[in-house]
Nanobody
Framework: QVQLVESGGGSVQAGGSLRLSCIASGSTFSTYFMAWFRQAPGQKREAVAAIGRAGLTIYADSVKGRFTISRDNAENTLNLQMNSLKPEDTAMYYC?????????????????????WGQGTQVTVSS
């Protein structure tokens, strides 16, 4: 079992930056596959970025070159650095985790693979 708590959301103008963090409870954080998803009103939840146990990362095309996912296993923390934000990045951002992933590159963006979710943190980007 792991509990996830996100922070760092807020309102920013287009072109600005935000850094999201997700703190995980428990002592086995390093064994979890982690990801950030987002959901805009009326839209499906979509993957933004994911990171494997050894630090392998994958990104949605819409955020490549602008967002960076990272993890600090010593601090049980997952981060998402978001630069050059656009109005279309506006959404609720969720942290997700799971200990099992048969093929990270194939399933890392599949939300059904993640059994632990945070409550979300709102990101609003104005033009």
């Amino acid at each position: 079992q792991v509990q996830l708590v996100e922070s760092g959301g807020g309102s920013v103008q287009a072109g600005g930056s935000l850094r999201l963090s997700c703190i995980a409870s428990g002592s086995t954080f390093s064994t979890y596959f982690m990801a950030w998803f987002r959901q805009a009103p009326g839209q499906k939840r979509e993957a933004v970025a994911a990171i494997g146990r050894a630090g392998l990362t994958i990104y949605a095309d819409s955020v490549k070159g602008r967002f960076t996912i990272s993890r600090d296993n010593a601090e049980n923390t997952l981060n998402l650095q978001m630069n050059s934000l656009k109005p279309e990045d506006t959404a609720m951002y969720y942290c997700a985790a799971d200990a099992l992933m048969p093929d990270f590159l194939r399933y890392g963006f599949d939300l059904t693979q993640y059994h632990y979710w945070g409550q979300g943190t709102q990101v609003t980007v104005s033009s």
